[in-house]
């Protein structure tokens, strides 16, 4: 499966693993979206990672709104580790999503 060639893949063990300052630090270093895609409601191996990941990206959602960054910008979607093709697609439809957006104006912030 291809993934557009803008797109960075970054790794970690658990959706509850990703600190928020992630998040912030990517759209300030240029990035213009960021998808948070983890495990589905119940399938976390770490139990409560993913949910604890859900209240993060909707608390960083209401918070980067209020610094002008469209909600758009920042997601989180379940999918399993054999749903490659559900992947693929939903990073697709994320990129034309954005692209319409236009860039993040992060950069100029100072938060
Ligand atoms: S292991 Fe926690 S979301 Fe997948």
């Known amino acids: 499966m291809t993934q557009p060639g803008?797109?960075?893949?970054?790794r970690v063990n658990c959706t509850g693993m990703v600190d928020p300052?992630?998040?912030?630090?990517?759209?300030?270093?240029?990035a213009d979206a960021v998808l948070v895609s983890g495990c589905h409601p119940g399938d976390c191996h770490?139990?409560?990672?993913?949910?604890?990941?859900?209240r993060r990206v909707k608390l960083l959602q209401e918070i980067l709104s209020r610094f002008g960054i469209d909600k758009k910008?920042?997601?989180?979607?379940?999918?399993?580790?054999?749903?490659?093709?559900?992947?693929a697609e939903t990073i697709k439809a994320m990129v034309s999503e954005i692209k319409e957006l236009g860039p993040v104006e992060a950069r100029n912030l100072t938060i």
């Not at 300052?21 to 240029?30: N, Q, T």
């Not at 910008?73 to 992947?87: H, L």
């Open 21 to 30: 300052k992630y998040v912030i630090k990517a759209l300030l270093a240029g």
């Open 6 to 10: 803008n797109v960075r893949l970054i």
């Open 73 to 87: 910008r920042i997601k989180i979607t379940w999918i399993g580790a054999s749903e490659g093709n559900v992947f």
């Open 46 to 54: 770490y139990i409560n990672g993913n949910y604890k990941a859900r």
